[in-house]
């Protein structure tokens, strides 16, 4: 977890220039860039189900594993969100590579090409942020990683939707582990959506 955490402040230095006392020159563009992203994400309805599916569909599992995908909904408030609902996402994968991650912190970038002749948008990249349609600040659990994004943009870089942020304290591998069963282990990846008020009725529809 050490090197995960490592691998997410670097980021943050590197690429958003979180810490280093001075602007990305390139910050105003890629506001504009995710701004428009954001809109073709709010036009797709509940797309997002299909970007995870697809997303799983293309993960890699270990060998002798029967991959395995799981949607749960609960009223319990894990994030401290304040959120009536939340969504998790279970998947027994291999779980995400720092390069997954650098992947999933830009815009227009994949780890593969996915299937877009499909309609679908690739694997780990911007396929997932379509989940901003439903959720305002989705949590990525996977490999020693926890993560999260918001919609909003980040006041030390004035970007919002691929920033990343280190999950501090809620909620934690337990608080996710309580709702997905004690007795049951966890699968490696768990996405974490506290849904918006608005979204509720059709993503549990």
Request: proline share 5%.
């Amino acid at each position: 977890m050490a090197a995960a955490r490592a691998h997410v402040e670097r980021l943050r230095r590197e690429r958003y220039y979180i810490g280093r006392g001075e602007q990305n020159p390139l910050a105003e563009d890629m506001h504009q860039a995710v701004n428009y992203l954001s809109q073709e994400l709010y036009s797709k309805d509940v797309h997002f189900l299909m970007e995870l599916v697809q997303n799983a569909e293309d993960n890699e599992y270990p060998d002798g594993v029967a991959p395995s995908l799981e949607f749960l909904v609960t009223s319990t408030d894990i994030t401290g969100s304040g959120a009536s609902s939340t969504l998790l996402i279970f998947n027994n994968e291999k779980g995400f590579s720092p390069s997954n991650i650098q992947s999933i912190c830009g815009v227009g970038k994949s780890t593969k090409k996915g299937n877009r002749d499909k309609g679908y948008i690739g694997e780990k990249g911007i396929g997932f942020k379509s989940v901003f349609l439903i959720s305002s600040q989705p949590h990525i659990f996977s490999n020693g990683y926890q993560i999260k994004f918001n919609e909003k943009p980040c006041p030390e870089c004035n970007i919002g939707y691929i920033v990343p942020e280190w999950v501090q304290s809620r909620p934690s591998l337990s608080d996710i582990k309580q709702i997905y069963g004690s007795t049951r282990d966890l699968p490696t990846t768990c996405i974490v959506l506290p849904l918006k008020y608005e979204k509720v009725t059709a993503v549990k529809q």
